[in-house]
């Protein structure tokens, strides 16, 4: 291995770990906005049932009533969808983890044989 390779590896570990942190930050920021919409989702069912039940409806169906209001199912689609991309974010970061893993073992085995 040349000089060249191994400044040429040594940057792609660089760039690998660079752009392992921004896929952090990205998750971080799913993260925040599956909380945000699991937090609406609750708020805008509790209100829908709250207000079945103010109109006279059965309590055991409130909540079935609830669900079938647009709003709340908007909600819960935009909390499914939050959650997704989250765990797309979290499947990024660990399969660059593992990439890095892979680089740091490479360099380690053309290192030691110099």
Known sequence: MGQVDGLE???ELTD???DQDKAIDSMRNAA????TA???FDIALAEAVVKAR????AAALCKVIALGK???AEAKYRKI???AMWKVSQEDVNNRKRRID???EQMNREWSRQ
């Open 102 to 104: 892979v680089m740091r």
């Open 38 to 40: 699991d937090c609406e």
């Open 54 to 57: 103010m109109d006279g409806e």
């Open 70 to 72: 647009r709003n709340v």
């Open 81 to 83: 969808a939050a959650e």
């Open 16 to 18: 690998a770990l660079n």
């Open 9 to 11: 590896m040594y940057q």
């Open 32 to 35: 925040k906005d599956m909380a």
